[in-house]
């Protein structure tokens, strides 16, 4: 597994703005095919936001498209998301994972961090 740290969850306003990063802090960054962000709503299954692979394809969620930005940096191993336009159905626990997609070691997920959107 790797180890991932997330940060910069908060307290926003509607039509405000956020963003999240998460880094790899341990482990071997090479086997990350995918690093993606998924929220987990209050009685609500957890969905994925938005998803970059290693040469940095990107796919959204259909709630959060063209409002959230995810940006992956290999070279720093990092991975943000960026989130304008905020909503207060955006409120949940986010969280990064990272896929591994069949490698030597399994996905790994973060801690979560708190995102709240105040109407």
């Known amino acids: 597994q790797v180890q991932l740290v997330e940060s910069g969850g908060g307290l926003a306003q509607s039509g405000g703005s956020l963003r999240l990063s998460c880094a790899v802090t341990?482990?071997?960054?090479?086997?990350?095919?995918?690093m993606a962000w998924y929220r987990q709503a209050p009685g609500k299954q957890r969905e994925v936001v938005a998803s970059?692979?290693?040469?940095?394809?990107?796919e959204d969620g259909d709630a959060v498209k063209g409002r959230f930005t995810i940006s992956r940096d290999n070279t720093k191993k990092t991975v943000s998301l960026q989130m304008s336009s905020l909503k207060p159905e955006d409120t949940g626990i986010y969280y990064c994972?990272?896929?591994?997609?069949?490698?030597?070691?399994?996905?790994?997920w973060g801690q979560g961090t708190l995102v709240t959107v105040s109407s």
């Open positions: 970059a692979t290693r040469g940095n394809t990107k």
């Open positions: 341990s482990g071997n960054f090479l086997w990350i095919t995918v």
């Open positions: 994972k990272a896929e591994t997609w069949g490698g030597p070691i399994p996905d790994s």
